[in-house]
């Protein structure tokens, strides 16, 4: 992958003063980051290719959400090889204080997926399917110890969130402000808010995610 205003060598040196500079505890990361450095690139790279207002083959660390995208890759890259658990937490720390998103490294999210504003998105430990979009705000929470399954091609909207025992098949769009608690949709369906708490799901004309991805 092409790295916009960088190279391999200065990214890493970036990321280590970031960490240096968020966390003073005088540790040096660049061994960690060294090891898992190509790992997080190629997986943040799936993503970046798939979008489709992104330019492919290419990535940009002042790009917000392909930057937040990464450090959630490199940090779980280094937690699933059994790696430096401090890099890790440092990494997942940095990512929430960037960019308000609080996504521990244990968290599997899928090969694909989009942040389209990270502010204030919060995603617990939860079954997510392919090709996920994510808005500001936007919660993935259990629920008495559930956790949601998230199908493929779900679009989560603005201060939207799926919490507990809830089943998001593929295709669901959440509307803006919408909560599925304890509740399941259909899939290829335009959640809304109903009366009482109930949802309303309306058929959809056509798969949400062809418009954010390269399918």
């Given at each position: 992958?092409?790295?916009i205003?960088?190279?391999?060598?200065?990214?890493?040196?970036?990321?280590?003063?970031?960490l240096?500079?968020?966390?003073?505890?005088?540790?040096?990361?660049?061994?960690?980051?060294?090891?898992?450095?190509?790992?997080?690139?190629?997986r943040?790279?799936r993503?970046v290719?798939?979008?489709?207002m992104?330019?492919?083959g290419e990535?940009?660390?002042?790009?917000?959400?392909?930057?937040?995208t990464?450090?959630?890759?490199?940090?779980?890259?280094?937690?699933r090889?059994?790696?430096?658990?401090?890099?890790?937490?440092?990494?997942?720390?940095?990512?929430?204080?960037?960019?308000?998103?609080?996504?521990?490294?244990?968290?599997?999210?899928?090969?694909v997926?989009l942040?389209?504003?990270?502010?204030?998105?919060?995603?617990?430990?939860a079954?997510?399917?392919n090709?996920?979009?994510?808005y500001?705000?936007?919660?993935?929470?259990?629920?008495?110890?559930?956790?949601?399954?998230?199908?493929?091609?779900?679009?989560?909207?603005?201060?939207?969130?799926?919490?507990?025992?809830?089943?998001?098949?593929?295709?669901?769009?959440?509307?803006q402000?919408?909560?599925?608690?304890?509740r399941?949709?259909?899939?290829?369906?335009l959640?809304?808010?109903?009366?009482?708490?109930?949802?309303v799901?309306?058929p959809?004309?056509?798969?949400a995610?062809?418009?954010y991805?390269?399918?």
């Amino acid at each position: 992958m092409k790295l916009i205003g960088t190279d391999r060598a200065g990214l890493v040196s970036y990321v280590q003063a970031q960490l240096a500079s968020f966390f003073p505890d005088g540790a040096d990361h660049r061994t960690a980051l060294e090891r898992y450095l190509d790992e997080a690139l190629a997986r943040t790279g799936r993503c970046v290719d798939a979008v489709r207002m992104w330019r492919p083959g290419e990535f940009d660390y002042l790009h917000s959400s392909q930057y937040a995208t990464f450090l959630y890759y490199l940090s779980n890259s280094i937690w699933r090889d059994g790696g430096d658990l401090r890099a890790c937490t440092k990494l997942f720390c940095l990512n929430k204080a960037l960019n308000a998103m609080d996504l521990f490294y244990e968290v599997l999210m899928p090969e694909v997926f989009l942040i389209g504003h990270s502010v204030g998105i919060v995603l617990a430990k939860a079954t997510y399917g392919n090709y996920l979009v994510l808005y500001q705000n936007s919660t993935v929470g259990k629920n008495h110890g559930a956790a949601p399954v998230i199908g493929d091609g779900v679009v989560m909207y603005p201060n939207t969130a799926i919490i507990g025992r809830s089943h998001v098949a593929n295709g669901s769009v959440i509307a803006q402000g919408v909560s599925v608690i304890n509740r399941d949709t259909p899939g290829d369906c335009l959640v809304y808010a109903g009366n009482a708490g109930d949802l309303v799901c309306k058929p959809a004309h056509e798969p949400a995610a062809e418009e954010y991805f390269r399918l």
